[in-house]
């Protein structure tokens, strides 16, 4: 498919819809509870469907008529074994976090987990290494740290040392860990992303697991616990609602976003204070945040909590007076895409002026042309890429947009109710 879009301004109410995270642990913990759990308001999505399917097929009953509500009936940590390899798509995150759960399963049991040809490119040699420390029998099937993974069960506990690039391998061992029969000693010697597992930590309190932790760098989790049926609604999502938030500071009007808790422990809710920082003007009441738009000037964003992110900002940047650096990022080159590079290269094409750091980018005002450019099969990317259409005099053309369905299908719809012109089409 294809993205066309055309200069617009925006201006409106929307309501953000569910946190992608947020809805794969809920049903990552509710498959692994005894009893009936249900998960309100989950974000439908490619990327969380691929969780329902993955723990579905490792044996819980999960049911997602209802797209409000999904229903799901636990294991109770007594998994099956499938007879096929499990598939998880685009889903990297469930790719982790099903790993640290499918090897709780006997050892000598057999269970292959593999992804589409971009999750099949993401790094998994530090969890393997992680849960073997911990009695697991896990292993990459081509020998390369990647997917397919093939996991024969035997997580017992003990003590291991774990290089976490990616909040995705910390959380998947801090899930796993309360379920194994013995103690799980963890040290953290390298951790990004530390809000994913502020994330995975509230999960794990509201579920009364007990475990000790210094920081984020050690964890002590007693084993034998059990996770607990529970009726949860599910935060709406600040990973989706950067892009609105960026595009109502450089396109407002006045834009109101709905549904958004700023005290959740998502890390993107940082976007919010990159963008004060900006010069944007940003009031926030209650689950409402209201945008004005306003001229953002350039600066310096340690942006190592927030990788996902990256898209976004860069194209904020370029339409920001002066020179924004996007800094100390690098995990945000073993994501769908390098979106280093993927971004570096796109904006060029865009006339961009931009610059291409080991561990972030250098994006300085530029005026954007209209051309056509390639989403790369990321959906972080398709929607950023929309953003810089917003700027040009003639129609912008992004391919690849059918991965916006990976987390948010309802992108175009809900950009189109604030005004912006843009369309998806057939390519030809």
Not at 173 to 195: H, R
Request: charged share 20%; hydrophobic share 40%; glycine share 10%.
């Amino acid at each position: 498919m294809l993205l066309v879009v055309n200069r617009s301004n925006l201006n409106g109410t929307v309501k953000i819809p569910g946190s992608k995270s947020h809805t794969i642990r809920a049903v990552a913990i509710a498959a692994l509870a005894d009893g009936k759990s249900i998960i309100r308001s989950p974000l439908v999505s490619n990327d969380t469907l691929s969780a329902v399917h993955c723990y579905r097929m490792l044996g819980a009953q999960i049911d997602t008529s209802n797209p409000q509500t999904w229903l799901v009936n636990g294991t109770g940590c007594r998994l099956a074994i499938p007879d096929e390899p499990i598939d998880v798509g685009n889903s990297g995150t469930t790719l982790r976090i099903a790993t640290g759960s499918a090897s709780l399963v006997p050892a000598g049991s057999r269970i292959i987990l593999t992804g589409d040809e971009q999750t099949r490119s993401r790094p998994m040699a530090q969890l393997i290494h992680a849960l073997n420390q911990l009695g697991a029998s896990v292993r990459s099937v081509k020998g390369n740290g990647k997917a397919p993974i093939e996991v024969n069960g035997g997580l017992q506990g003990g003590s291991a040392r774990l290089e976490s690039p990616t909040s995705q391998f910390l959380t998947s061992l801090l899930l796993c860990a309360p379920l194994a029969p013995m103690a799980s000693d963890i040290e953290v010697t390298l951790l990004n992303e530390p809000g994913y597992v502020e994330m995975t930590i509230d999960w794990l309190r509201l579920q009364g697991v007990q475990f000790q932790a210094d920081g984020l760098r050690y964890f002590h989790v007693k084993g034998g616990q059990r996770y607990k049926p529970f009726d949860r609604a599910i935060p709406a999502d600040f990973s989706s609602a950067a892009f609105f938030l960026c595009g109502a500071a450089l396109f407002g009007g006045k834009v109101t976003l709905t549904g958004l808790d700023i005290n959740d422990s998502q890390p993107d809710r940082m976007v919010i204070e990159y963008l004060k920082a900006m010069g944007a003007r940003i009031e926030t009441s209650g689950q409402q945040i209201t945008i004005t738009g306003s001229q953002l000037r350039g600066i310096d964003i340690d942006m190592n909590n927030t990788p996902d992110a990256l898209p976004a900002m860069a194209v904020t940047g370029a339409l920001a007076s002066g020179t924004t650096r996007l800094l100390n990022v690098p995990q945000a080159r073993s994501k769908e895409t390098d979106r280093i590079a993927v971004m570096a290269k796109e904006l060029s094409k865009l006339g961009v002026r931009v610059e291409e750091l080991p561990d972030g980018l250098v994006v300085h005002n530029s005026t954007i042309r209209p051309t056509r450019v390639s989403g790369h099969s990321d959906h972080r990317v398709v929607m950023a890429l929309a953003l810089a259409g917003l700027a040009t005099d003639g129609p912008l053309v992004i391919g690849t947009a059918e991965a916006m369905n990976v987390t948010f299908p309802q992108f175009v719809e809900l950009m189109q109710t604030l005004g912006a012109r843009m369309e998806l089409q057939a390519e030809c």
